[in-house]
């Protein structure tokens, strides 16, 4: 039978990601023994290990371990006795969407005279929205999009473990804010991205205007040891094929799948799927002054055994941290732009990856460059291929030239599999319900 490694495992391909079939060196899964929900971040296990490690909700007594199918349950469990230890454990995908859009708008918000009031023929392209008062109809979609705000975010307390039971747990539309706690375990869950019932129009962006969204699956903000991992972030439903245009650009309704931003730090995210998605994954989110003041010297993570498939861009884009991105599979499809994005004080390390490019995409678009950062780019594999990935993007894209050596070595890794075996491994293994 072919088998196949995962977790530190041999499995084999029609049994399962955790079937142990085979004595092979190679360690066990996580803390064998223990329910999933109380498993604790490995020792090594990427940044989120530095220090105190991450440890969640799992000394967590019974009275503070719940199970929730709605969102109401959700947010009720989470407000619950703080930030002593919790675990919560989701059945099922709990709908954080609200009724509808229309229920979330304010008395008077109308989207057709919204259109017809700052239509560019009529309001111009130089001056943006900003300063509208509320009784306008921007005031009036600030005031709606604040209710709709109000009802999806979620505020995830410190020393707490999340936790999908079964296949199919998770969450649609839900924007999960971890917010300047220490401490949390999110895993084997899906989210389908909340779609922005208001977005607002921004005359100013481009030389075309855009549309800008608000609302990321996950957004870590100024905490500290975070594991993400076996989860499944997506559009679901709703991918941008399926937007509207108004004054000729994409109804944008999508924001990230998840943001990591605000001096945030000690962040694993390990063996998730994210897929379907433009603009996916953003580490610092400025090159102002004031951000850099926040987040230089901070914005420490690590990506393994990630799949990235069919995305636009950031997989992530970077500015300020020090990033360790190994062993995970990049899958580029229609209207990929690049995956890796090298910004301001960046100094990222990616290496051990898997890259699958459609025929007529550049190997050159894998990264782009923003600002001057060098980085650290070894053992890359395209379509199976071994590909110096910064040589090939100066030799392809020559007014973007890149410099090799990221200024420092990750030592926080467990196993690191060749990347030639890569695609295999984490197409089988990667997401939620392929844990435990």
């Known amino acids: 039978m072919r088998t196949q490694k995962c977790h530190g495992r041999v499995i084999g391909a029609l049994v399962g990601c955790t079937a142990l079939v085979l004595a092979v060196t190679g360690t066990a899964s996580a803390q064998p023994g223990r329910g999933v929900e109380r498993q604790v971040l490995p020792a090594n296990d990427g940044w989120a290990a530095y220090g105190t490690g991450t440890t969640g909700g ?10 929730v199918t709605t969102w109401e349950q959700f947010k009720s469990a989470l407000a619950d006795g703080g ?6 454990r989701v059945k099922g995908t709990i709908d954080a969407d609200g009724p509808s859009c229309a229920s979330f708008a304010v008395p008077g918000y109308d989207f057709d005279t919204y259109l017809k009031t700052y239509d560019p023929a009529v309001w111009g392209r130089t001056k943006n929205l900003d300063g509208e008062p509320d009784a306008s109809p921007e005031g009036l979609r600030r005031a ?14 410190a020393n707490t473990t999340i936790v999908g039971i079964g296949k199919d747990a998770g969450f649609k539309g839900a924007s999960l804010q971890i917010k300047g706690v220490d401490n949390v375990i999110v895993r084997n869950l899906g989210f389908e991205s ?10 100013t962006d481009t030389a075309d205007g855009n549309w800008n969204s608000e609302y990321d699956s996950a957004v870590i903000y100024g905490s500290t040891h975070v594991w993400m991992d076996h989860d499944t972030f997506t559009d679901g439903d709703h991918p941008d094929s399926t937007l509207p245009y108004y004054y000729g650009r994409i109804y944008e309704q999508h924001d990230g799948e998840l943001d990591i931003v605000k001096g945030a730090d000690y962040v694993t995210a390990s063996w998730n799927v994210f897929e379907d998605h433009d603009k996916t994954i953003l580490i610092g989110n400025s090159d102002s002054a004031s951000t850099a003041a926040v987040d230089r010297g901070h914005l420490k993570v690590t990506f393994h055994h990630n799949l990235f498939s069919n995305l636009v861009e950031r997989a992530p884009r970077v500015r300020f941290g020090q990033v360790d991105s190994y062993n995970n599979h990049f899958v580029a499809g229609d209207g990929y732009s690049y995956s890796y994005g090298i910004g301001m004080e960046s100094q990222l390390v990616a290496e051990h990856n898997a890259f699958t490019l459609p025929t007529g995409a550049k190997t050159g678009s894998i990264l782009k460059k923003w600002k001057e950062s060098p980085l650290t780019a070894a053992d890359n594999y395209v379509n199976g291929v071994p590909t110096d990935l910064i040589a090939v993007h100066n030799t392809e894209v020559p007014g973007e030239i890149l410099q090799s050596g990221a200024g420092w070595t990750p030592t926080l890794r467990t196993e690191v599999d060749p990347a030639k075996a890569v695609p295999g491994l984490v197409d089988h293994c990667a997401g939620a319900g392929r844990l435990g």
């Open 83 to 88: 930030s002593a230890p919790k675990i919560i």
């Open 194 to 203: 909340p779609l922005d019932c208001f977005p607002q129009w921004d005359p």
């Open 144 to 157: 709606s999009a604040a209710q709709q705000d109000a009802y999806i975010k979620a505020n995830i307390p």
């Open 58 to 67: 799992a000394a967590a007594d019974a009275a503070h371990v719940y199970t």
